[in-house]
C-alpha cells in the first residue's frame, strides 16, 4: 500500500475538532473527497466540521452526509486543524478558509495535482493519484477504517468522476484496485456513473447544441465559446468541463478549450477557461502560468476579462504549448 505522509497520521491522532474543506465549482472528488474525509474521521470519534463555498449542486445532493456542508458564514474559528482536500492552492477553497480568522490553526493539505503549491504546515500530495478520492482510500486503509458503506460510495464517486470512468489516461492499476476494493465494499459503480456522468440537464444540452454548431479549430487546438445569454439558456450549469471533454475526442484536436463568460463576485466580467488534453500533451503548466491549475490532461483558471480579451490572451498561449509538444 502507498505511502502516506506520517505527520498527517499524527495531526489526526493528535486533533480532535478537524474542520475539513474543498475547492470552488467543486466536482466529484471535492465532494467525495470532503465527504470521504468526514466519514473517515466521524468513524475515528472525531468532531468533524464539513464546509464549501458553494452550495451543493443536484447530481450531489445524494451523496451520504451531503446536506452536512456548511457554507462559509456558519464556519466557526476554533478548530485544532484544518484539512484541504483536492485543492491546488489556498486561493481554491474561497471564503471557507479566512486568513485572519484561521491563522494559527495547523493546515493540513490531501491533493494530487501536479501544481499544488504545497501551502499548509503538513503536504501530502501525490500527483501518480487519479482522484484525492483515491488518496482517501490508502488513508482508511492506514488508519484501519473500514472501506464500507457510505465512505465506499464518496471515494468511488471521486475515483469516477476524476477518471471520466476509467477511461483517462492515469487510470492505472492502482487506481482500478482502489476502486476494486470499493466496490467490494458495496459501492455501487452503475448507480454512481448514471447519477455523475450519464446524465445532464435538457438546458445543458440545448447550451451544447449551440456553441458545438460554432466550434473553432486551428492549429490542433479545438474551443468553444459560451456567452452569458447562452449560459442562460442551461440555467447558469454549463458543464464546461464535460464539454471540454468531449471536445478532446476530436481526432484533429491535441488540445480543447472552453471559455465561459460570467460575472465575478465584483460584478465584473471575468471568464472560466477550461481545457484538456490527448496523451502526450500537457495543459497544467499553461493553466499555472494563467493563476490557475490542474493536471497534465486537465486544467483550468478563471481571467478578468470578456471573452474577446480573455481568448485573445490564452490561445495564443495553448496554440504555443501543442506546438512544443507536437514537435517532441
Ligand atoms: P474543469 O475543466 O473540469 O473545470 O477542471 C479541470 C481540472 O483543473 C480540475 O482538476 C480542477 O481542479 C482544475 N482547475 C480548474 N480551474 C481551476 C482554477 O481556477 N484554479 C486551479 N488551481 N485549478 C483549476
Ligand atoms: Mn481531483
Same mark, same amino acid.
Given at each position: 500500500?502507498?505511502?502516506?505522509?506520517?505527520?498527517?497520521?499524527?495531526?489526526?491522532?493528535?486533533?480532535?475538532?478537524?474542520?475539513?474543506?474543498?475547492?470552488?465549482?467543486?466536482?466529484?472528488?471535492?465532494?467525495?473527497?470532503?465527504?470521504?474525509?468526514?466519514?473517515?474521521?466521524?468513524?475515528?470519534?472525531?468532531?468533524?466540521?464539513?464546509?464549501?463555498?458553494?452550495?451543493?449542486?443536484?447530481?450531489?445532493?445524494?451523496?451520504?452526509?451531503?446536506?452536512?456542508?456548511?457554507?462559509?458564514?456558519?464556519?466557526?474559528?476554533?478548530?485544532?486543524?484544518?484539512?484541504?482536500?483536492?485543492?491546488?492552492?489556498?486561493?481554491?477553497?474561497?471564503?471557507?478558509?479566512?486568513?485572519?480568522?484561521?491563522?494559527?490553526?495547523?493546515?493540513?493539505?490531501?491533493?494530487?495535482?501536479?501544481?499544488?503549491?504545497?501551502?499548509?504546515?503538513?503536504?501530502?500530495?501525490?500527483?501518480?493519484?487519479?482522484?484525492?478520492?483515491?488518496?482517501?482510500?490508502? =488513508?482508511?486503509? #492506514?488508519?484501519?477504517?473500514?472501506?464500507? !458503506?457510505? %465512505?465506499?460510495?464518496? @471515494?468511488? &464517486?471521486?475515483?469516477?468522476? +476524476?477518471?471520466?470512468?476509467?477511461?483517462?489516461?492515469?487510470?492505472?492499476?492502482?487506481?482500478?484496485?482502489?476502486?476494486?476494493?470499493?466496490?467490494?465494499?458495496?459501492?455501487?459503480?452503475?448507480?454512481?456513473?448514471?447519477?455523475?456522468?450519464?446524465?445532464?440537464?435538457?438546458?445543458?444540452?440545448?447550451?451544447?447544441?449551440?456553441?458545438?454548431?460554432?466550434?473553432?479549430?486551428?492549429?490542433?487546438?479545438?474551443?468553444?465559446?459560451?456567452?452569458?445569454?447562452? =449560459?442562460?439558456? #442551461?440555467?447558469?450549469?454549463?458543464?464546461? !468541463?464535460? %464539454?471540454?471533454?468531449? @471536445?478532446? &475526442?476530436?481526432?484533429?484536436? +491535441?488540445?480543447?478549450?472552453?471559455?465561459?463568460?460570467?460575472?465575478?463576485?465584483?460584478?465584473?466580467?471575468?471568464?472560466?477557461?477550461?481545457?484538456?488534453?490527448?496523451?502526450?500533451?500537457?495543459?497544467?503548466?499553461?493553466?499555472?502560468?494563467?493563476?490557475?491549475?490542474?493536471?497534465?490532461?486537465?486544467?483550468?483558471?478563471?481571467?478578468?476579462?470578456?471573452?474577446?480579451?480573455?481568448?485573445?490572451?490564452?490561445?495564443?498561449?495553448?496554440?504555443?504549448?501543442?506546438?512544443?509538444? #507536437?514537435?517532441?
Amino acid at each position: 500500500m502507498s505511502m502516506i505522509e506520517p505527520s498527517l497520521i499524527q495531526a489526526i491522532h493528535t486533533h480532535n475538532h478537524i474542520l475539513c474543506i474543498s475547492h470552488v465549482n467543486p466536482d466529484g472528488d471535492a465532494y467525495g473527497s470532503l465527504l470521504g474525509m468526514g466519514w473517515i474521521l466521524h468513524h475515528l470519534g472525531k468532531q468533524v466540521v464539513l464546509a464549501m463555498h458553494d452550495q451543493t449542486s443536484k447530481e450531489f445532493q445524494l451523496l451520504p452526509g451531503a446536506h452536512q456542508i456548511i457554507a462559509p458564514n456558519a464556519v466557526a474559528d476554533h478548530y485544532d486543524l484544518i484539512v484541504f482536500l483536492d485543492a491546488s492552492s489556498r486561493d481554491r477553497v474561497g471564503s471557507v478558509y479566512q486568513e485572519n480568522r484561521h491563522q494559527g490553526i495547523p493546515v493540513a493539505v490531501i491533493d494530487h495535482h501536479v501544481t499544488n503549491t504545497y501551502f499548509g504546515d503538513i503536504n501530502w500530495v501525490r500527483p501518480d493519484c487519479a482522484a484525492t478520492c483515491q488518496m482517501l482510500v490508502y =488513508l482508511a486503509d #492506514a488508519l484501519q477504517v473500514p472501506l464500507t !458503506g457510505a %465512505l465506499a460510495e464518496c @471515494l468511488l &464517486t471521486g475515483i469516477v468522476t +476524476d477518471t471520466l470512468c476509467f477511461r483517462t489516461s492515469n487510470t492505472t492499476a492502482e487506481v482500478l484496485e482502489a476502486a476494486m476494493h470499493l466496490i467490494r465494499g458495496g459501492a455501487d459503480l452503475a448507480t454512481i456513473t448514471q447519477r455523475t456522468l450519464n446524465q445532464r440537464s435538457l438546458g445543458v444540452l440545448k447550451l451544447w447544441g449551440m456553441v458545438l454548431s460554432e466550434l473553432h479549430f486551428e492549429e490542433g487546438v479545438i474551443w468553444a465559446l459560451i456567452s452569458r445569454e447562452q =449560459l442562460k439558456t #442551461a440555467g447558469d450549469l454549463s458543464g464546461d !468541463g464535460q %464539454l471540454s471533454s468531449m @471536445l478532446i &475526442t476530436a481526432l484533429e484536436a +491535441d488540445i480543447s478549450a472552453t471559455f465561459t463568460e460570467k460575472i465575478d463576485e465584483k460584478g465584473l466580467s471575468a471568464v472560466e477557461c477550461s481545457f484538456r488534453a490527448k496523451p502526450g500533451f500537457n495543459v497544467a503548466t499553461v493553466a499555472l502560468e494563467l493563476g490557475g491549475g490542474g493536471h497534465p490532461a486537465a486544467s483550468g483558471c478563471t481571467l478578468p476579462g470578456t471573452l474577446a480579451e480573455v481568448t485573445t490572451k490564452v490561445l495564443p498561449a495553448l496554440k504555443q504549448v501543442r506546438a512544443i509538444y #507536437a514537435n517532441q
